[in-house]
Nanobody, 123 residues
Framework: QVQLVESGGGLVQAGGSLTLSCGVS????????MGWFRQAPGKEREFVAA????????KYRDSVQGRFTISRDNAKNTVYLQMNSLKPEDTAVYYC????????????????WGQGTQVTVSS
């Protein structure tokens, strides 16, 4: 079994920054692509960012491009999401996830999920 545990969420004013972390334990060798999704109340879970094993391939949703940065430290089995210039519309529960193979924008392609961490951006 693989366990993913997110941390770093919280309440921040618009324009502020937060860094989310995701620690991965268990059969970590089976995950090559790691990603972050988010889900706001009443909305479906949506792709935020993803990164390949070596970090050469990185994808973002358009609305966070230039503001968010995903990174990973494979030696520490940790994935990060640096979020800058936060907006109220970024408010959501953020989930860390991983999968075998290439990055995918579809949440159903991912094999395991963390419990989520709440990010709230006040205006």
């Amino acid at each position: 079994q693989v366990q993913l545990v997110e941390s770093g969420g919280g309440l921040v004013q618009a324009g502020g920054s937060l860094t989310l972390s995701c620690g991965v334990s268990g059969r970590t060798f089976s995950f090559s692509a790691m990603g972050w999704f988010r889900q706001a109340p009443g909305k479906e879970r949506e792709f935020v960012a993803a990164i390949s094993w070596g970090g050469r391939i990185i994808k973002y949703r358009d609305s966070v491009q230039g503001r968010f940065t995903i990174s990973r430290d494979n030696a520490k089995n940790t994935v990060y999401l640096q979020m800058n210039s936060l907006k109220p519309e970024d408010t959501a529960v953020y989930y860390c996830t991983g999968k075998i193979g290439a990055i995918d924008y579809d949440s159903s392609a991912y094999a395991a999920w963390g419990q989520g961490t709440q990010v709230t951006v006040s205006s």
